[in-house]
């Protein structure tokens, strides 16, 4: 499996773009502002969506890449993630107020989108290929994803504070090869990470001291606005684990 990188920042800005990640050609893992840089073609390969959570900056493409390319495609781009995510977006995006409902259009038995619910620790066999959603702690109902090619693994927190549930999912990985695990904020800022659900530096360490396996680590989600602070307290405190911040462009292969 191959994994590029579209978008890995907590926020915009002229090189910044969100959670995406494009799995082969044909699978999106989450649906930020990465996406918009992809072509026509590339869009409308994609047949499958996984989603971690309802966050704008995690579904904020998916309105437009549907309606983008929905009319070049003979059958409709599956999206995957927890009921209560779809029932968030069917509520307040694809809603005909903010944006159509394209489970319904051209057609309600030729529609461009349809959605799957999938289930905590449920598996998506696609060809050779697995994905498998994992315990996550957010604000909301929210899941990270295992990627399995068959000859090694990629795990992806999604959004998530402390979580042992996850990590003793992460250590039943026996082909691990990477991790990519978000740390949102500054140390500074510890009491809004508490309260948002994400990781900070220090608590980055604390959660990391649980991995039982040797994966190359990688650091995504960081807040555009503190990057560097956050840069160098990931290096203060979790650099015995040799973490690496994860680049828009990146192409990870396993």
């Known amino acids: 499996m191959k994994v590029r990188v579209l978008g890995c920042s907590g926020g915009i800005g002229a090189r910044a773009r969100t959670t995406s990640f494009l799995v082969d050609d044909d699978i999106l893992l989450d649906a930020g502002t990465g996406v918009e840089d992809l072509s026509i073609a590339e869009l409308a390969a994609i047949d499958h969506v996984f989603l971690t959570h309802s966050h704008l900056d995690h579904i904020a493409a998916l309105p437009l890449l549907v309606d983008s390319v929905g009319s070049l495609r003979k059958k409709p781009i599956v999206v995957r993630a927890l009921p209560e995510t779809i029932d968030a977006l069917r509520t307040h995006i694809f809603n005909w107020v903010i944006w159509p409902d394209f489970t319904e259009i051209p057609h309600y038995e030729r529609p461009w989108m349809r959605f799957e619910p999938m289930g905590i620790d449920e598996t998506v066999q696609l060809g050779q290929r697995r994905v498998r959603s994992l315990s996550a702690s957010h604000t909301v109902p929210a899941v990270g994803f295992q990627l399995s090619s068959g000859k090694g693994s990629l795990v992806f927190s999604g959004d998530t504070g402390p979580n042992d549930e996850f990590w003793r999912q992460v250590n039943g990985v026996d082909d691990l090869r990477y991790l990519i695990i978000e740390t ?40 555009p606005s503190d990057q560097a602070t956050i840069e160098r307290e990931i290096d203060a405190w979790a650099g015995r684990f040799s973490p690496r911040i994860l680049e828009r462009g990146d192409v990870l292969e396993f």
């Open 184 to 223: 949102a904020f500054s140390n500074r800022e510890q009491d809004l990470a508490t309260t948002a659900r994400h990781l900070y530096p220090i608590q980055l360490g604390e959660e990391l001291a649980k991995l039982r396996r040797d994966p190359k680590v990688l650091i995504t989600h960081l807040k």
